[in-house]
């Protein structure tokens, strides 16, 4: 089932504040942008085929509506009725010492938590009650956190915050479209400020209370790198070719099989008298990477099928194979870059593990920092 568990305390705050705005403006332009790239990419069952042993598998989730009897619903408190008739954003789903949390930011914080994990909609009813109930675990942490990170000054805290609102409405082409993307999170100008001070004030306190206090050591760093060398630091060799395919049916029959090599070799004269590769694979290769000129981007060992992988690596940047055939057809492939298989030196990573190790110290510590705020909050779930 979809659960945001895994994220940190402070992510809700990072995403409610400024920085979620470009976020969310990136994923809607994603999403409208790459539909057509996808069903390009995905119709290769054929140069899915022709191009990969396996496809992946979407994850599914089955969840069961559950339907309320009648009776429920009647017997419900009148206060709980009238509740649920109150608009969103004067409807409390929580209290945390006092400080109210209320539909409208419940709902907020989900969609904008969906929109950056990029989770398709409609939900199932169980599985989008299950991360309701995980945002407002991660609410509950972010507010607690805020009440004691308020007890800490902050220099020039509303200049801090006029500048990073500033910062975030110039990354918009204009007021309407800073206006649209704050409407498309149900966010006005006033939550934005909101916001951008909890951003600030509980950024404080981490860094004074936290990172300040934390450090990895060199012989963290060696630990990690030397457990961890096969899955993050040794590079594989990788290539990127485009193709231009030649398809044919399994149960074609010797004519057909020969007019498809004949028309492959016809393309590829093409392509060694000085036509251009993409345009030709544009007009005449049956896969559906056609459209982006026959690139299948990057890929390693063990993901083509042997013949078309074979023939690929064999190749120099910048380089045309002959006519290959495999199960799915005739392939004229043309090599545009490789990197060979590297493994990364500790002294050239030795920066960066130390700096995640020392964040993952800092989450840890914040995390049994926040179960102590818990264990002494008023926390009212309504």
């Given at each position: ?89 004067s409807?409390?789903v ?36 299950q ?19 308020s ?11 006029a ?9 918009f082409?204009?007021?309407a ?17 909101d916001?951008?001070r ?19 050591t ?16 040794k ?15 399994e ?11 004949e ?13 251009d ?18 690139d ?5 060992r ?31 492939i ?8 590297a ?5 050239n990573?030795?920066e960066?593990?130390?700096e ?12 049994t920092?926040?179960d ?6 008023k926390?009212?779930?309504?």
């Amino acid at each position: 089932m979809f659960s945001f568990r895994k994220v940190s305390s402070t992510a809700v705050i990072a995403l409610l504040m400024t920085a979620l705005l470009p976020t969310w403006s990136t994923a809607k332009e994603a999403k409208d942008t790459t539909a057509p790239k996808a069903t390009a990419k995905k119709a290769p069952k054929k140069a899915a085929k022709a191009t990969s042993k396996a496809a992946p598998k979407k994850a599914s989730a089955d969840a069961k509506e559950q339907v309320k009897e009648p009776a429920q619903e009647q017997a419900k408190p009148a206060e709980s009725r009238t509740a649920a008739s109150q608009p969103a954003e004067s409807q409390t789903v929580l209290r945390v010492n006092g400080t109210t949390i209320t539909r409208l930011e419940l709902d907020r914080a989900v969609k904008i938590m969906l929109a950056q994990n990029q989770v398709q909609q409609p939900l199932p009813p169980e599985t989008m009650k299950q991360a309701e109930n995980d945002v407002l675990e991660q609410l509950t942490a972010a507010e607690l956190l805020y009440q004691e990170a308020s007890k800490l000054a902050v220099q020039d805290l509303d200049k801090q915050i006029a500048e990073k609102v500033a910062q975030n409405r110039s990354k918009f082409g204009s007021d309407a479209d800073f206006e649209e993307a704050l409407k498309g999170i149900d966010m006005t100008l006033k939550d934005m400020n909101d916001f951008t001070r909890k951003d600030i004030v509980i950024n404080n306190f981490i860094e004074k209370q936290f990172s300040t206090k934390t450090a990895a050591t060199e012989a963290e760093a060696r630990k990690f790198y030397d457990e961890n060398l096969e899955q993050y630091f040794k590079k594989p060799e990788t290539a990127q070719a485009s193709h231009i395919l030649i398809s044919i049916d399994e149960k074609a029959s010797a004519e057909d099989r020969k007019k498809a090599k004949e028309k492959a070799e016809a393309i590829l004269k093409r392509v060694k008298g000085g036509e251009d590769f993409a345009a030709l694979a544009k007009s005449d290769s049956s896969c559906p990477s056609s459209s982006q000129g026959g690139d299948l981007g990057t890929f390693t060992r063990g993901q083509m099928v042997p013949a078309f992988e074979s023939a690929t690596f064999a190749l120099k940047p910048g380089e045309v194979s002959g006519v290959v055939e495999t199960q799915f057809g005739y392939h004229i492939i043309k090599l545009t870059s490789k990197q060979e298989a590297a493994t990364e030196k500790f002294e050239n990573v030795k920066e960066k593990i130390t700096e995640v190790l020392k964040r993952e110290k800092v989450q840890q510590e914040l995390s049994t920092f926040i179960d102590g705020l818990k264990k002494s909050a008023k926390i009212e779930k309504l």
